[in-house]
């Protein structure tokens, strides 16, 4: 399908079902299909994510992916007030780059075109672009320094994770791309390719500790997440704000998207969305299988293990490599800054 048509199913998901929502303020378009053309295709392993605004205090429980009308849809709530100035979205590394161009799908009250105008006319001004950057560097930071070292195993793993592949996203702000999830780290090996920068991605792979993977270890590592992916979908009752993430609809993402990757010689790349998805399916089945989550341990600590992790030490040991890296990931950041033609 391409986007054109996968952004209309979306809009038509928007005006039949989300403007139901309790005080609809609008809707918009985040994620991978920012800033493509109509004309593309969506990958067979990608989803369209829509962000509904709502005024309210705090945002309802995350919708998830549900198909509509053959196509993969991921859908996020977002109270209006994290959106109540052009500074502060332009400020904000994961909610700017929607509004760069524009790509809202409801608008009842106008406010979000004014505020996508405004965002769009600074978005690449180097003081808004800088201001990103620090904003996600400090993400790295907070995450690292305060994770939760009484935390079951998995929750530790993720909050090792999601931290240590933020770095990915300062250099993508700095060059003015999409900060991705799932592909942040073919991405970012992109991105300082571009900028004859590529001999820093090896340093980002070491901080992942996948530097060495190869694809017959990805690929069994895969097969392994397959099926502990299956008994945790099967099984899931407790919800999670990534509860969609683990469900039928999403195996195209989580496995046939990392098989895709693995297959085409970016196996390490895939590493990181296989590692989170793994660490997610034990936190299902902690809640609600947790006999059958711990006959699959053995397949999770066994990639762990080819990650140089296999106890708390090793996780508190790699974040505080990371936290050492980030003066030459700043270095890298800035170097894009000054090189990039499109920053003004």
């Known amino acids: ?83 109540s100035s052009a500074e502060e979205v332009l400020a904000s590394y994961h909610l700017a780059g929607s509004f760069r161009w524009n790509t809202i799908l409801a608008d009842p009250t106008g406010q979000l075109s004014r505020l996508q105008q405004q965002v769009s006319r600074h978005f690449a001004e180097r003081r808004w672009v800088r201001r990103r950057c620090e904003n996600a560097r400090l993400r790295v930071e907070n995450g690292l320094r305060y994770r939760d070292a009484a935390a079951p195993w998995h929750d530790q793993v993720t909050s090792w994770l999601f931290p240590t592949g933020v770095t990915t996203h300062v250099l993508l702000v700095a060059a003015l791309r999409n900060p991705t999830v799932r592909l942040r780290y073919l991405a970012a090996r992109e991105a300082l390719g571009a900028y004859g920068l590529g001999d820093v991605y090896p340093d980002l792979l070491e901080l992942l500790g996948c530097a060495r993977m190869t694809p017959q270890r990805a690929g069994h590592h895969l097969g392994e997440l397959a099926r502990t992916f299956d008994a945790a979908a099967a099984r899931a009752r407790t919800p999670f704000f990534f509860s969609s993430d683990i469900a039928p609809a999403a195996r195209p993402v989580a496995i046939d998207g990392s098989l895709e990757l693995i297959r085409t010689g970016c196996h390490r790349e895939a590493v990181f969305w296989m590692a989170a998805t793994f660490a997610r399916c034990h936190q299902i089945l902690a809640a609600d299988a947790p006999e059958l989550g711990r006959s699959l341990a053995p397949a999770f600590d066994a990639l762990m293990a080819d990650l140089g992790i296999t106890s708390r030490g090793d996780l508190d040991r790699l974040s505080g490599d990371v936290l050492l890296y980030l003066p030459k990931l700043w270095d890298t950041a800035e170097a894009i800054m000054a090189a990039n033609p499109d920053i003004l």
Not at 30 to 56: F, H, I, L, Y
């Open 1 to 83: 399908m391409r986007i054109g048509a996968a952004i209309a199913a979306a809009a038509e998901w928007v005006k039949l079902r989300g403007s139901s929502s309790e005080g609809f303020k609008g809707a918009y378009i985040s994620g991978s299909t920012v800033g493509k053309s109509d004309e593309e295709e969506v990958p067979a392993a990608s989803d369209v994510d829509v962000v509904v605004v709502v005024d309210q205090e705090t945002s309802p429980s995350k919708l998830g992916k549900i198909l509509y009308r053959g196509t993969l849809l991921e859908i996020t709530y977002l109270p209006w007030h994290e959106l």
